[in-house]
């Protein structure tokens, strides 16, 4: 059984729609797939319309959060997306992104790249706006070569030349309204370390102590001797250990299914999560167009 717990889509920042990711999670071999685009939960009905006989979607999103001013970001499954308190906060996250990436568009006119606010909306499309659509201009423009090149402190990364902040939760609030939601928690590439400053691990024994159910170890910003202090991290805090592709289509380089999670530990996160369940695909109308 071959489980993918973190996937993006157009729905954010993703370069396929929720109908292709689910289509190409099924061709990839996958038997269930997390939908979990950030902030927004937008992308859900289409892809369980789209959802091939098959493959199970669990329903998601990932959360941005900052805490002692590192960005972190906490993956949410099979809350209640229509809960009030989760809802108002995914929309005031979501709602800030449109200003920080005007602002962020100002600070590179000001350093002279002629990148414009069209151009950034237009990669977004109906997408929730970000970094990497901005990220994606620079390529465009041959500034950067990759959307990850655009990640540093020269341009995007935090704390950067461009880097402007938006209204991030509190990842111990985040905790406490995806429970209240019904949902399961887990630290998404907790020492992404190419990203910026990585949250430390004394902050990840509060945060397990507050009810974070776990942390997603195997991923491709994580070498290997980061996955074994991971891995023996979770043991002893007694999280789940998780692990993703954190797939965006052709935005990044990884592959649906490149890590994928255990199915014991996909059979807890189901038994902990009473605010919503998997979709089982049955191959519907749409699906069947495909």
């Known amino acids: ?26 061709t ?18 289409e892809a369980i319309a789209a959802l091939p006989e ?7 999103a990932e959360l941005s959060c900052r805490i002692d001013g590192v960005s972190m970001h906490m993956l949410a499954y099979l809350f209640d997306p229509e809960e009030p308190a989760l809802l108002a906060e995914r929309e005031l996250v979501r709602d800030d992104r449109v200003p920080r990436a005007r602002g962020m568009v100002a600070r590179l006119n000001e350093l002279g790249v002629p990148v414009t606010w069209e151009q950034v909306a237009r990669i977004a499309g109906d997408g929730s706006v970000g970094r990497p659509h901005v990220a994606t201009a620079l390529v465009e423009l041959g500034v950067v070569p990759t959307v990850s090149d655009a990640f540093t402190p020269d341009w995007l990364g935090d704390g950067g030349r461009v880097w402007i902040p938006k209204h991030e939760t509190d990842p111990f609030e985040a905790i406490r309204l995806v429970k209240a939601a019904g949902g399961v928690t887990v630290f998404a590439h907790p020492a992404a370390s190419k990203r910026g400053r990585t949250v430390p691990e004394s902050v990840i024994a ?30 002893d805090l007694g999280l789940l250990v998780t692990g993703s592709s954190d797939y965006h289509g052709s935005r990044k380089t990884c592959a649906l299914g490149e890590y994928t999670t255990d199915p014991e530990v996909y059979g807890e996160i189901t038994r902990r999560a009473t605010g919503a369940f998997p979709v ?11």
């Open 28 to 45: 990839a071999g996958l038997d269930v797939v997390a939908l979990t685009d950030h902030d927004t939960t937008r992308g859900h009905a």
């Open 54 to 60: 098959g493959l199970t979607l669990v329903t998601g």
């Open 1 to 26: 059984m071959r489980i993918d717990l973190h996937c993006h889509s157009t729905a954010s920042d993703g370069t396929d729609t929720p109908a292709e990711l689910v289509r190409g999670a099924a």
């Open 206 to 235: 509060e945060l397990a102590a507050a009810g974070l159910d776990g942390i997603e170890v195997d991923h491709m910003d994580h070498d290997a001797d980061t996955r074994a202090r991971l891995r023996g991290l979770a043991r």
């Open 280 to 290: 089982p695909g049955t191959g519907g109308p749409e699906a069947l167009r495909a």
